[in-house]
Nanobody
Framework: QVQLVESGGGLVQPGGSLRLSCLAS???????????WAWYRQAPGKERELVAS???????NYADSVKGRFNISRDNAWKKVYLQMSDLKSEDTAVYYC??????????????WGQGTQVTVSS
């Protein structure tokens, strides 16, 4: 059973930075590596949305709301996915989750959700 473990969230002031990490626990690298990995977020009262994704070849895509501020990366050897967030805004406040995409043409997640990590942007 794959377990996704997110960490790195916290309280940060507007304009600040955070780096989120996601470990794909109980997953062998031969399964991790071909996946297209992504970060999602869910703000209070809103639906979960796709924020960023990265292909096995490290082609990155971002939601318009975070372009130029967020950077997604992956470490196949350690089965980790990262989200470097900078110039954070109050509207970035949400619980952040990582997951693999079910296919390159879908935003649907492939695995069960982890517990997520809370990011709060406030002065």
């Amino acid at each position: 059973q794959v377990q996704l473990v997110e960490s790195g969230g916290g309280l940060v002031q507007p304009g600040g930075s955070l780096r989120l990490s996601c470990l794909a626990s109980r997953m062998i690298t031969s399964v991790f590596n071909p996946n297209l990995w992504a970060w999602y977020r869910q703000a209070p009262g809103k639906e979960r949305e796709l924020v960023a994704s990265i292909t096995p070849d490290r082609v990155r895509n971002y939601a318009d709301s975070v372009k130029g501020r967020f950077n997604i990366s992956r470490d196949n050897a350690w089965k980790k996915v990262y989200l470097q967030m900078s110039d954070l805004k109050s509207e970035d406040t949400a619980v952040y989750y990582c997951n693999a995409l079910s296919s390159s043409s879908s935003t649907q997640p492939k695995y069960d959700w982890g517990q997520g990590t809370q990011v709060t942007v406030s002065s």
